[in-house]
């Protein structure tokens, strides 16, 4: 079997717009499907939206327009951010999920019959506070005060409910889940996130009201769901059908299917499912329940990330400050939102999301130091070498060294693949960024432009060197800016077949010494990648 790799972004409610926060989730995930890929795996990336629940039928009444009719119009805002074609995050899903399709209902009823099988499903009433906006249940001490009016801790709405239902005994699963948390440090990043959640169970050990009870996961106050298997007026509590999904894409409820097995049963570093930190508990404690309920195997990782503020402020519809990918993308480019976004905060961190420092981030780190290493070079190879790879025959100390810092020979892709399983991108960005500066330095210092008449043949070596280390960046950019990427490897002599491969580009394995570029192979006419981008004249997204 070859190496696998499955990983999910959470699936998003259709109801609202697309936004950066949503953006951010997609971008991040394909940014490591395609590293894994890169890397040799087998790679399954899924996204998708979540259409059932309280929320979208309360979204689709107040639009006057039937429940089916109302997601099938409103996901295709969440589609258009990926599909072929569309593609405005220009991301490598292999699959888009919808929760509103036939291989869906079928699954979710089977996970619920596993469970019910299993012993873990009973009927009751529930009673006690649940927020439509959440689609979470609150225990009463859990709430707040705001303006004489209870409110659950994230500002939603919360109303009383009454209702016969079905439970989950999740309250079983506290000890089961403790020992695996412990069993699998690893399991959720970053360690804040995992202490959280640790504590969290704990506390339901400890009987601290709020914490792990009996879940309700049937309603029957409305029907737009998937009904319970022999209980058709409960429809199932939109989180199961949603999480769900995951297993869905990979064949279940068929546990022998090749995807189930590959993706699912037997890859090593996955499943990994991406999240926002306001969901973490869902994935990392309702989940895993779940699934042991119904004699799964667990997810090998919930990856939290923190939320996005717009200058300073919380993003919402009503201060009217929520940014649209596609208006961004429109106003920086693609490769740019893709970049910034990721460069900008450690993963796992809360970040600001600002004009300003978008284009200070471009202009520094794109256009400065990637742009102009690779224009510099590639004009002088134009002008002062025929357009052609520059010999290398006589290598010294300082070309050895820059080829060393990017060639796969010592300190990469090891230091890289380590930080990718942490999804430590900004760090990766930056070692990624400072063999630019390597090279900026190498060209400062060697000043090939003298050396034209002094000493041709050590300026063939120099461009050569420069070559070859931007060659080697360019290759390693690409899980990021996959698009300047490939402008710059064009250049640098591949062709647009090599890009039409499984992988998706150049695999990892081309920065090994041999597989550096050929001397003598004539290039094309250099062009620039990455413009710089004028505060005043940037148009506002
Ligand atoms: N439908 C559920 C997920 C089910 S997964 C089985 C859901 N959907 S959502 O559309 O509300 O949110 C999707 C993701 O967007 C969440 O991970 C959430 O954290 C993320 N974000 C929403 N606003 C965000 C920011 N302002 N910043 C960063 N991410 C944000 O929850």
């Known amino acids: 079997m070859p190496k696998s790799f499955y990983i999910t972004t959470p699936i998003y409610y259709v109801n609202d717009s697309p936004h950066i926060g949503h953006a951010y989730t997609t971008i991040a995930c394909d940014v490591m499907a395609r590293f894994m890929r890169l890397d040799g795996y087998d790679v399954k990336f899924l996204t998708g939206t979540d259409e059932h629940g309280q929320k979208v039928d309360k979204a689709a009444k107040a639009a006057n327009i039937d429940p089916q009719a109302f997601t099938d119009e409103v996901s295709q805002r969440f589609r258009a951010l990926v599909k072929t074609g569309e593609n405005q995050l220009n991301v490598t899903n292999d699959d888009f999920i919808r929760t509103t399709e036939p291989r869906h209902k079928k699954a979710a009823q089977a996970l619920w019959e596993r469970m019910k099988a299993n012993g873990h499903i009973y009927l009751d009433t529930y009673e006690g506070w649940y927020a439509v906006r959440d689609e979470a249940y609150y225990a009463e001490s859990e709430l707040i005060e705001k303006d004489g009016k209870k409110i659950a801790p994230s500002g939603a709405e919360v109303e009383w409910v009454k209702e016969e239902s079905y439970f989950f005994d999740l309250s079983k699963w506290q000890d089961k889940l403790l020992e695996f948390y412990e069993k699998n440090p690893d399991f959720i990043i970053p360690q804040s996130r995992y202490n959280e959640v640790i504590s969290f169970v704990r506390g339901g050990k400890e009987k601290v009201e709020g914490a792990l009870k009996d879940l309700s996961i049937s309603r029957t106050t409305f029907n737009w769901g998937i009904p319970v298997p022999g209980a058709d007026k409960h429809v199932m509590y939109v989180w199961i059908d949603a999480l769900c999904n995951y297993l869905t894409a990979i064949g279940f409820p068929d546990t022998t299917s090749p995807s189930y097995q590959q993706y699912w049963q037997h890859a090593e570093h996955s499943p990994v499912h991406v999240v926002g930190k306001d969901i973490v ?191 080697c960046i360019a290759i390693m950019l690409q899980p990021f800016i996959p698009q300047a990427a490939q402008k710059i490897l064009l250049q640098l002599g591949y062709t647009e077949t090599d890009f039409a491969t499984t992988t998706g580009g150049i695999p990892f394995e081309q920065l090994k010494p041999a597989y550096a570029l050929k001397p003598g192979t004539q290039l094309p006419v250099p062009a620039g990648v990455f413009p710089r981008v004028e505060k005043q004249e940037r148009k506002t997204a």
């Open 281 to 471: 508990r869902f994935h990392a404690v309702y989940w895993p329940a779940f699934l042991m309920a119904a004699d799964l195997p667990l997810p090998k990782k919930i990856v939290a990330h923190g939320w996005w503020t717009i200058e300073g402020e919380k993003m919402s519809k009503s201060l009217g400050n929520v940014v649209a990918p596609k208006d961004l993308i429109d106003a920086y480019g693609i490769d740019q939102t893709r970049y910034f976004l990721l460069r900008e905060v450690p993963f796992g961190n809360d970040g600001n999301f600002s004009r300003d420092q978008m284009v200070d981030r471009i202009n520094s780190d794109l256009a400065n130091n990637i742009g102009n290493l690779a224009q510099r070079t590639l004009s002088m190879i134009q002008k002062n070498a025929e357009g052609r790879v520059p010999n290398n025959n006589d290598l010294q100390a300082p070309d050895q060294e820059l080829l060393e810092l990017v060639q796969i020979t010592k300190t990469l892709p090891q230091d890289i693949a380590q930080h990718i399983h942490h999804f430590r991108f900004d760090v990766i960005i930056g070692e990624i960024l400072s063999f630019a500066s390597a090279a900026n330095a190498y060209i400062d210092k060697q000043e090939p432009w003298k050396l034209k008449k002094e000493n041709p043949e050590r300026m063939q070596t120099v461009l050569y060197t420069l070559a070859e280390a931007i060659r």
